[in-house]
Nanobody, 127 residues
Framework: QVHLVESGGGSVQAGDSLRLSCVSS????????VGWFRQAPGKRREVVAA????????YYAPSVKDRFTISRDNAKNTVYLQMNSLKPEDTAVYYC????????????????????WGQGTQVTVSS
């Protein structure tokens, strides 16, 4: 089982930056694609960014492209989401998820493809 734990969330002002981390406390997830998702109050969960197992391929939602960067350090069993120029509309609970059904696979922007999820970390951006 891959147990994912997110950290790095918090309350910031618009324009600030945050870096989220996702660490596996169980088995390694370095061989699997990982995605970051978010869910704002009253809205459906949506993909933010995703990365292939090697880190060589990435995907970004149009709303965060050029502001957010997903990366991974497989030696540390950690995936990061660097979030710059934060906006109030980025306020949400952020989740990381691993796609353990696709070892050595590429990314997916479909949450139904992910089968291991963390508990989430809250990001609040005020104007």
């Amino acid at each position: 089982q891959v147990h994912l734990v997110e950290s790095g969330g918090g309350s910031v002002q618009a324009g600030d930056s945050l870096r989220l981390s996702c660490v596996s406390s169980g088995r390694t997830f370095s061989n699997y694609p990982v995605g970051w998702f978010r869910q704002a109050p009253g809205k459906r969960r949506e993909v933010v960014a995703a990365i292939s197992w090697s880190g060589g391929r990435t995907y970004y939602a149009p709303s965060v492209k050029d502001r957010f960067t997903i990366s991974r350090d497989n030696a540390k069993n950690t995936v990061y989401l660097q979030m710059n120029s934060l906006k109030p509309e980025d306020t949400a609970v952020y989740y990381c998820a691993a796609r353990r059904s696709d070892r050595y696979g590429t990314y997916s922007n479909d949450e139904s493809d992910y089968d291991n999820w963390g508990q989430g970390t809250q990001v609040t951006v005020s104007s």
